[in-house]
């Protein structure tokens, strides 16, 4: 893996480097280079597998951070490839033509976060959400309870209880005592 | 009255069938549902006994919840003894039982299910979420009350209910039918603009006539 | 009374003159021309009036004052009077329509001219040997210098191709004529007899017979020819064609009785050979002279075959013979030259161009038919009594080459005219206006054509008018063609009833009456469906006229001949009307082929039937006739051919389909029935006289398994018009097999079940043609729906469907009932149950026809669709009101179909009441009718009362998995209905027949490119395939 | 005997017919909730299902052909029982079946099904025309061995009046076809599994592929009159196989318990088998039953059999 | 001995030959009309040698034959009529096969007979 981190040293500025287990690594890359390493992984390294795009909002650092996560069959090595994109008015390179079935994350990713990929295709497609209007739900800023709560019709008398607290409470009243159950955090 | 009139008036009973392009109208039917009333009093006990002791149940597992009907179904709790039986098709169906949570792309196709069952029909709400929203009652995209969209039966409460719990309901809407107190199909048309606006607020996306026949 | 040997003097000296004539303006040197040519023409018309109505004896005309062997000496006798009439209009309308050519180009060539017409004269009158050769060399060398009328590359080397043959030729025979004086001292035809050449003097006649025959243009010395035909100007390639190798086909003809026995079977193999080869390589020709040429020199060869081969009949027959070869290809070579003079487009595929001007696609229609040899033109005579002749002295070799050849001719024919037809014009450059000369010269041919051809059938056959009716019919409606449709269409059915209350009559037999019931009633109903047309509609009633008198023809025909030409009249007019379909250029080719075949199988097998004892109608007198074996098969499978029994069944799909839509119905509910009538009769006559192998057994096995193909190929059609095609295939192999049983039952169930076929398949045609009509469509995935839009057509179809697959109550059930009885009274169990396959096969397709079109998903441009129109719907109707007439009082078919039946055999049914009573059941349909509409009408009623509130939806309102529809095409389930069943079927469902016929096309397509690439286009060549030629046939000749 | 005496004994047998087929159905479930280790449905419950499905108070229909179609199917079935003779020698059970012999009930079995098929055709759903079209397929395939055993019995007995058919079998049980002919039964019994859709050949209402098929868009009193029909026509097929290959019966006990052993065949084949593919189906029949039905020709045509 | 007519047969024989071999064999189109001749020019001299009568004078009836009994002094004459008018008609043929030759010239240029195949099949 240090070899393939050089050689894409090599040929590209890596912002970071993680090895999270011996078959699971991320690497970040800027925005410009994603393509370029991303083909070069696929073609050169045989990573040809995409297993998923996936997107986290850090609303705090208004960014988005992509993580196309591929996997090699020689070796059994799964690589993730990180991205920070700016979070006002995301737009990130579409992937589409390197993994064909990568349009399918993208419009899943475009729905959810409101992530655009020019030139994806069915991209403006409804992905789950059929006629979603509102802000996409993915985003940390979107109120999802005031959102379930201006729309759907709450029936009255509902009471709500941290599971914990409450089951602790009602069911286990002996929980600290019981000798059978264990918990690590405790 | 004169012909004009009539066809006047017809226009005005018909659906507008607004969610659909102009070229798809044709398609569909567009006639209001109307209540249909019970026969006479005995010759209904007589059909509503028939009825409670052969239930078509609408194979549709709608969420989490229909995992409970398989047990249901098979030798361990046997349902057909109680004359309860899957049908695939919801035209043939009597009992649609809906199986949990329903996000609002689900309820779309619930509605629909629902509308294309014959009357009289019956729906049993299976779990927490079609009562309040259960564990997802701040989830953006599933509804916390199903009898704002469709007219329920009978409620089984819990997440999930086990099937011992379904058979409970099942007997309970049993007795229902049999007192005559199922009239989910004649509450659905006489309510159904109140019906119609709920589901059409959280139905962004109507791609569908207002009735499905 | 002028002598003939003026023509050689006044050719002459016009000769001679024209050149200072010339001086003083072409006008009257083109008047002196044509007026010499007019002079010679009329001179042989009158001398051959003088021989033919006076019976003039013949002239012998002694030159220089001597009488023969010391000078030369002509003579003009019927014969020559006859070669020379048709030599002498074809010099003069070539020289009209060389007209303008004249007018442009150098006095030499009209000089040039008149020495070639001058010198054909001489050639077909001298008698003289050396004299002979002269005027071959001044015909050769005119032709030569001609040949450059047109100074083209390739026009001036064929023509120097022809000069290095034409010399070597010329050579040969020049050698031959000294070496005859030399042997019999005399070179005077009168006085040389065969005997004089014993021994040695074999040699010098074999290098005259074969310098002559050189010069006809065997296969493979004919090269040269080939680039003459093609390069050389129309006009003088006419001349070349007939005019040289009429005067030279003349003087091997005066050689004949010189020539031994050897000579005259490798002479006449060697014309079979090359009728046989050139046929072939016409097959991948595209340019349309050489095509002409290749037919030329078959035809040259057919001539030749026709001299040696027919030595022993009687003179009358072999005058027909040779005479009706030999004008059959003079006409209609010269018309087609010329015509590809008219036209200019040397490919084929140009000449779609003749689409623009009817007169010339007309004569172009003519001269092909003419020259494949279709009644009534003289190739047909010719060839039907080759065919005898061939027979009787057993030469089947030579019928087998003749027969085949033949049908390669007729395919590059009939290839052409399809494409001429149906092949898009708007790309190609129009027919500049043509000169009025040109097509006078063209049309006067075809006059003559069909003058010469009337003759033949007034004077030779005498023929009634009954028999020309329907050719008749074809040209007075063409002349009315101005009318519109619908006017036509009354007149027809007029012409049909009127035909109808003529024919009726003379049909003296039950059968016959049937069959006209079916023949000429069916068709009158179907003619309805026709009168929806619009327009002009040219051409179509004519034909359709002539198919439905030719129907009827062939129930009074009363010998073998009469049948034949009213078979061959219903192949031309079905030809025809199948070539009207939009796309029918292949599929009527396919027909015209197989048609053809089978035609070319019933003259075979007429000609080995003895001969009519009776003067009633051919279906009577048959009974007493003891068909040969040979002839029983070769006639069943002619007949099969047209009923589209499995194997050769390639044709019929696509004749239905492509077809107009309403003309399928008469090719499916009527055209098929004449197969079966003529297996009909085969079989009538072998009730009394069993042919020593069983044939029928193997065609009621040929028939179930055509029931059985037919039915599962049209589970696997998209396309509703082929769909019913092969389910036609299937229900007429039910009558097939049904007939071949040859027991009372098994006939009443074939009649029945095809009177019904009639009924239903004619309905259900005209049905589908409604739709077609509406849809503008055939493929049945791209409608459905229509129940909604066409409820009467959809009735139709309904009725239809359920008496095709023979579920009670309807009238389809007794047919079934008949068969399965009639097969297991016969003892042919295994056939039974292979029917009973086949018929619950019919289901698929038949609810797939009515499903795909008209339940299901109604598409959204098919929402306002009208129903059809009423034109369409009055004869479904009318069947349809058969068919339930029929379904309830089924003993109005039964009986008098028994008694018919009974002329031959003992009946095997009896009719108690209503009932019919077999041997092993019994079935009372009128019962059954009542019991179903009681058993109908009660879950009926019981629903109408329990149905509770019953809501009319619309077509998107299903359950579609909680889903909706997204669009009616995604949603109407059509499309490779039996895809599952196709898979189980497996191989068994590839179309091998298909292949297999596809195979032998391929085959004989590079067969024919393989021996065409003997023609190098090398002079040198060509001079070598001669001299090698001459070896060969010295080597087998074995002259010594 | 009047006619209206005729009609009269035929509504009695019909309903005799009618109960025994449905409550048959009953029993069917019953067993094989059985082998699956179930309690099942009462016996009665086809009775209950039937009640239910006419109560509906509302239908929808697609058009007059949806609505012919169950009509057509029950008229197909009522046809069918309508022409075999029940009982021998039993006026009230001969229905009228001196309307036509054995082939008029073969080709009336397809008057039904033709007619459902087109009223499934307009529902326009197109689960319909693919379970129709399977369905066809497999009838022309079981067809092919089952006319092979008619024709065989055809042959043997010289006759297809059914009625004589079973007379020739009186006289002890060696004389049934099952005995003098065992190919031929063979081959039908084999067929009765496809003619019955019971697995391994139930690809026709496949639930779980093409949810129950053909009548998927029935609902309601179409339903019911379709569920009529089952009973109905399932008593009529058993009658026609005892009639041919079992001696027929001669009263209504002897006729109970042969159709019912008969049944019960393609009801054990039916809960030990999985479903066919359709193809496999189609080849299935195509093949050895085929060649057994040959066999039988071959074998009472050529080597004698028992007449 | 060999006698004149037999050599002027074997001399017709081997000049028929070679012309027809110079047909075969040339490509110039001059050569094969050569050819053409020669073969011709054999053919006469064929003719000739079988008329060709041993001791006999030529068939004209002039002071040293006159006409009574010319049967036994002259040579048959027909087969020299013959030669005369073949000799005509060989003329005629060459120097037609000549024009064309001339004619293929000034279209094509070329005198090869392998330039003028475009026909065939």
Known sequence: MEQLVKRINGMIHLKAYNRQRDDLFFITVEKSQLELVLSHLKNNEGFTHLAFLQAVDFLEDSKFQLTYMLYNYDIRVNLGVKVLIGRDKAEMTSIHKLWAHAWQYQRELHELFGINFPGSPRVEESFVLEGWEEMPPMRRDFDTKEYSERTFYQRPGRSTNDPKEYMKEKMYKNYAASPRIRRDDE | ?213 | MVSPIYILILSLAAGFLLSIIDRGGRKISLAVFYGVLAFNTALIIDWTYRFVFLHAPTLVINTAGFSAPVSINLELGMIQAFVLVFTNLTGLLAAVFLFRKFMESKVSSLILYLLLVMSVNGLVMTRDLFNMFVFLEILSISTYALTTITRTKTSLSAGFKYMMAGSVASIFFLMGVVFVYHFTGNLNLDFIHADQFAGTGLVALFMLTMAVFIELKPFPANGWALDVYQSVDSGIVSVIAVINSAAIGFVFYRLIPLMPQSFLTVFGAAGVITFFFSNMMGLKQKNAKRLLGYSSIGHMGLLMASIVFTIGAPSTVRYLIIGGFFVNHLVAKAGLFWLSGIVRQENIRGWAVLKNNRLLLVLFGVFIFALSGFPPFAGFWAKWEFVKVLIESRMFFVLGAVLTGSLFELIFLFRWLTITVKEDETQLEKITTPDSGSVFATSVFALLATVVAAGVMKYFYNFGWVQTLPAAAALIVYLLDFLPSKLKGFVSLGAVAAYGYYIYPLLESNLQLFFGVIFIVGSAINIISTLNRKNQNRGFYGFLLMMIFSFGNLLIASTYLEFFLSWEFMTISSFLLILRGQKAQRASLLYMIFSTAGAYLLMTGFSFAPALTSTSALMLSIEFVKLPLISVIVLAIGFMIKAGSVGVHIWLPEAHAEAEADVSSFISAILLKAGVLGLLMVAISCIAHAPSFPVFYWIGWIGVITALVGAFMASFQEDAKRLLAYSSMSQVGYVVAALAMITHLGWVSALYLAFNHMMFKSALFIAIAGVYYRTHTRKMYEMGGLISRMPWSYMTVLISIIAVSGVPPLSGFGAKWLIYTAFITKGWYLQAGVLFFASAVSFLYLYRLIHAIFLGQLKSEHQEIKEAPAWFIIPQYIFLAGIMVLSMFPNLMIRPLNSIAMHYFNSSISIEGLTVVSDLGYWNGNFVMHITMAIFAVPFVVLLLLRGKTQRVKQFNIVYAAERPESPETTHVAYNMYAHYRKALGGWASPRIENFWNGVAEWSHTLGDFFRRVYTGNGQTYILHIIMYIVAIYVVMGVK | MSIWTKVLYAVVSVSVATVYGLTLGGIVRKLYARVHGRFGPPVWQPFLDIIQTYSRRVAVSHGNMFFLGPVLRLAGGLGTYLFIPVIFGSALFSNFSMAGDLLLVMYFVFFGQLGMALGAGQGGHPYSPLGIARGLAQMSAFEVPFSLAVIAVAIQYNSLNITSIVAAQQGGFMHWTLFTNPLAVIAAMISILGMNMHAPFSIVMAPQEIPIGPPIEMNGSFLSILQTNRGLFAAAKLVLFMNLFFGGATNIIEMIVKTFFIYMFSVFVGAAYPRFRPEQSFRFFLKWPAFIGVLSIIYITYLGGAS | MISISMLSLILGIALLITGIFAMLTRKNLIRIVIGFSIADTGTHIIIVSLGYLRGRTAPIIDRAVNAADAVQKVVDPIPSALVLTAIVIGLAVTAVMLSFVVEMYRKNRSLSIDDYQELKW
């Open chain 2, 1 to 213: 009255m004169n012909r004009k009139h009539i066809d006047e008036i017809e226009k005005q009973m018909k659906l507008a069938n607004e969610g659909l392009p102009e070229e798809e109208r044709k398609f569909f039917a567009d006639v209001i549902p109307t209540r249909v009333d019970p026969f006479n009093k005995y010759w209904e006990q007589f059909l509503n006994w028939a009825r409670s002791r052969s239930l078509w149940m609408l194979a549709f597992g709608t969420g989490c919840g229909a995992t409970e009907l398989r047990p249901l179904m098979t030798s361990r709790f046997d349902m057909a003894r109680f004359g309860i039986f899957p049908r695939p098709t919801p035209r043939q169906a009597s009992v649609f039982v809906v199986g949990g949570y329903a996000s609002i792309k689900t309820i779309k196709r619930i509605i629909r299910s629902y509308e294309q069952m014959q009357g009289p029909k019956y729906v049993i709400a299976l779990g927490s979420c079609t009562i309040n929203g259960g564990m997802y009652y701040d989830s953006y995209n599933t509804i916390n009350r199903l009898d704002y969209y469709i007219p329920v039966d009978v409620y089984i409460a819990g997440c999930m209910p086990r099937p011992e719990a379904l058979i409970a309901g099942f007997n309970r809407l049993k007795e229902k039918i049999v007192a005559g107190e199922c009239e989910g199909m004649n509450e659905y048309t006489d309510k159904f603009d109140w019906f119609k606006k709920n589901q059409k607020e959280i139905i962004k996306d109507w791609n569908m006539p207002d009735y499905n026949w």
